[in-house]
Structure formats: C-alpha cells, structure tokens
C-alpha cells in the first residue's frame, strides 16, 4: 500500500534542481547504496556506476579476493585511483564501498568533485541486509552485529561530513529515493543556486 502510494504520487513530485557535480553516495555496507543509486540515477536521467564494480573489474578480481591476496591497504589504494577516474567522468551517481569515505585520500577527492549524500542506517536494518551476502570480506556466518557495531563507532563520525544525510528506512526504496531527491533539491538550492531550476522527477 505504502509502495502504491509512492509510486502515484512520485509523478507529481517536482524537484528544483540539476545536479552540478556527480552524486555520491556514501554509507556502510547495507545501507542501500547500489539500490538506491540505481533508482535515483534513472530518475535523475543520469548513469550509473558502483565503485566496487568497477574495481573488480580493474583489479580482475572480487572484492573478496582483492583483500585476501593482495591486503586491505592495496584495496584503498587501487579504490582511490578508480574513484578519481570517475569523478573526472561526467557527471553521474556513484555509489561507493563501505569504508570508500572513510580512508581520508578518497573522501578529500570526494570533496573536491563531488556532492556526497550519506545514507544512514540503524544496526537493526544493516544486520538483516549484509547477512543475505556472502562476499563481504569483514563478515564470517555469526559476527555481523559485532563487526557492524565496530564500524557505525570508528565511521559514523567521518560520515558526517558527508554533504547530504538521509536516513534510510524500512520502507520502499523509491519512498527513501524521494528523500533523498529532496534532501539534495534544498542543499543544491542553498549551495548551487544557478542549478536550482524546476524538473520534474
């Protein structure tokens, strides 16, 4: 019911602006990002590319992999070069890994180019959403409360610096979509004003 009247009602939603630099989305693992970046890359008529995708395919390897043979620092570091090659790309909606704005050299590239948008979650929807995985290299079958609990300590603080928060919530994803639309509409609205022109999503 919820989903339905989300969707008639996303026809008549009308956002006031163009995005003047790729969006960026941020957040832990199973925050939605890809989903959700997905979604508003279509709306927005934009395209869209997931980092971890995109580092797999420049690695020649899964991200599993990538940490088992070569080490977390070599995944951050190949990471932040297949970031920076992104962002120079033309304006598009990234969704990014888990800890992609918590290693400082990515987020200060994020800064420059980019307008990034947290998606935060709550342990409760983060625990349901990465145990239905089994290519997250953190996670073992029984530790995701414990390894999440560590990880919402050490980057929900860095999050917060992310230009745009949205809480994403149990609910449909083009509900949480539409926040994230508005939420962006009123931040490029104070920051971009030449870009905050009327179009309808």
């Known amino acids: 019911m919820r989903d339905d009247f989300s969707q008639a009602n996303r026809s008549q939603m009308t956002v006031s ?9 941020v957040g832990l693992m199973g925050s939605g990002k890809t989903s959700i970046g997905k979604r508003l890359a279509k709306r927005l008529e934009l395209s869209f590319f997931d980092s971890d995708i995109e580092v797999e395919q420049a690695a020649g390897y899964p991200i599993k992999e ?13 990471e932040q070069r297949v970031i920076k090659r992104l962002l120079d790309q033309p304006t598009h ?3 990014t890994g888990g800890g992609s704005f918590a290693n400082k050299p990515t987020r200060e590239i994020v800064k420059e180019k980019a307008i990034s948008v947290w998606l935060k979650a709550d342990i409760d929807t983060l625990v349901a959403r990465v145990s239905r995985r089994s290519d997250r290299p953190m996670f073992n079958d029984s530790n995701h409360h414990e390894v999440l609990e560590k990880l919402i300590e ?12 949205v ?8 509900s949480t979509v539409d926040r994230v639309i508005q939420a962006m509409s009123d931040f490029i609205r104070a920051k971009y004003p030449n870009y905050y022109v009327l179009k309808s999503v």
């Not at 050490?154 to 928060?165: G, L």
């Not at 809480?167 to 994803?173: G, N, Q, V």
């Open 17 to 25: 602006f163009m995005p003047p630099k790729t969006i960026v989305l």
């Open 93 to 95: 909606v990234l969704a």
């Open 167 to 174: 809480e994403t919530l149990d609910e449909p994803t083009n």
């Open 66 to 78: 990538i940490y088992d043979i070569f080490g977390e620092q070599a995944f951050l570091d190949g």
């Open 154 to 165: 050490e980057r929900y603080p860095v999050f917060e610096e992310a230009d745009v928060h």
